[in-house]
């Protein structure tokens, strides 16, 4: 889940990490007295996506410029929070961002010396690996930003860094941005904060209003009807309707589709406290998504370890004779000896071709594999 610059900051404030002074603007756009006397404001639209300086949406303003500007963006912006902050005295902009990184299983640090709206344009970030219980962790960052940055401000930073993975891992986050990260007269601030909270952690945090509503109003319909019943479903770019039960199976498809030359058009993982059965819903929303024309084929593969492969196949040749698939519909199982105890994978294998499905493996490799040659015949 995305929180806002402003729920991000608030977090962060708790945490105690610097962030400017900010205040949230009231619905007529009128200045609080308390921001009139700072030395400088910034309006910011409080939306979950980047670039928004680049889209007007972060403007620097007087008192006065206020209501007026606040109207102009709400024009492009919809109608979102606003944030009204004093404008910081910077004089250098870094990159910081921590992050979980699922290969090392660990926390990672990424760092440039060049942040704010053209970090894209800068060179290829550091990557630190992070272990916040490391006595020493600050003397190892250190002796690798000493070498981007002079001896005071690494050593900042270089203390900085496992306090923010401490934040990361006790906030549940799978990713804290900084950028910029401002230096200023007064020490390290955090002038933006883009912040994700691992979904599944979210009961177990407070959720701000105003980020749940915004992460809510960015939903397309298919992805809020997949929550009404039960499973989390990502849209994307790409031209594979990819129907799985879990988000490591689903992770591994996708690579595996990538490593052949194709992309998932979507992406399926199991809700927290959702019911057990959803494979129709998925199935239902994999054929809408495959009804789009850059869409080339459906992926359905799951994994059973006990419950009976007969069952499975049955609700699929049921489904399937009520809704004939838009596009070549490939399939998989792997079933284990409890799931084929009276109906094993050459008996699924035999109905399900029979019901037109256009190839059946067990290996997720070889499925891929079969998929993407003839696609590409």
């Known amino acids: 889940m995305r ?22 603007l009231p619905a007529d756009g009128a200045v609080p007295p308390e921001a009139r006397a700072w030395s400088g404001l ?42 009204l902050e004093e404008a910081v005295e910077i004089a250098r902009e870094l990159y910081l961002a921590l992050r979980v990184d699922g290969t090392r299983q660990g926390i990672e640090c990424l760092f440039s010396g060049t942040g704010g709206i053209e970090v894209e344009q800068a060179t290829a970030p550091l990557r630190l690996p992070v272990d916040p219980d490391d006595p020493f962790a600050a003397e190892a960052l250190f002796s690798a930003l000493r070498a981007e940055l002079p001896a005071d401000l690494a050593v900042r930073l270089a203390r900085l860094v496992p306090r923010l993975a401490r934040i990361l891992r006790a906030e549940d986050l799978e990713l804290l941005e900084l950028n910029p990260l401002a230096v200023t007269p ?5 002038c933006d904060a883009k912040l994700v909270r691992d979904e599944s952690a979210v009961p177990r945090h407070d959720t701000p209003a105003a980020s749940a509503a915004l992460e809510a109003a960015a939903l397309t319909p298919l992805e809020r009807q997949a929550r009404r019943q039960g499973f989390a479903l990502v849209e994307m770019p790409g031209d594979v309707a990819l129907v799985s039960a879990g988000a490591g199976l689903g992770m591994q498809l996708m690579d595996l589709l990538g490593d052949h030359g194709l992309r998932a058009a979507c992406f399926m993982d199991n809700l927290r406290g959702g019911p057990a059965e959803t494979t129709e819903a998925r199935l239902e929303a994999a054929f809408a998504i495959a009804a789009r024309p850059e869409v080339k084929a459906i992926l359905f ?77």
Do not use: C, N
């Open 301 to 377: 593969y799951t994994t059973l370890a006990s419950r009976p492969l007969r069952d499975r196949v049955e609700a699929l040749l049921a489904f399937l004779a009520r809704h004939p698939p838009p596009k070549p519909l490939y399939a998989g199982f792997a079933a284990g000896h409890a799931a084929t105890r009276d109906f094993d994978v050459e008996a699924a294998r035999g109905q399900l071709r029979a019901a037109g499905i256009a190839a059946l493996h067990e290996d997720p490799l070889a499925l891929v594999r079969a998929m993407a040659g003839e696609l590409a015949a």
């Open 42 to 83: 910034l309006l910011k639209a409080q939306v979950l996506e980047g670039g928004r300086g680049k889209r007007g949406l972060v403007r620097r303003a007087t008192p006065d410029e206020i209501p007026a500007l606040r109207t102009e963006m709400a024009a492009r912006a919809g109608a979102v929070p606003f944030l």
């Open 3 to 24: 929180l806002t610059e402003m729920d991000g900051k608030a977090l962060l404030r708790r945490h105690g990490v610097a962030v400017p002074r900010g205040v949230v």
């Open 186 to 190: 007064a020490g390290l601030v955090a």
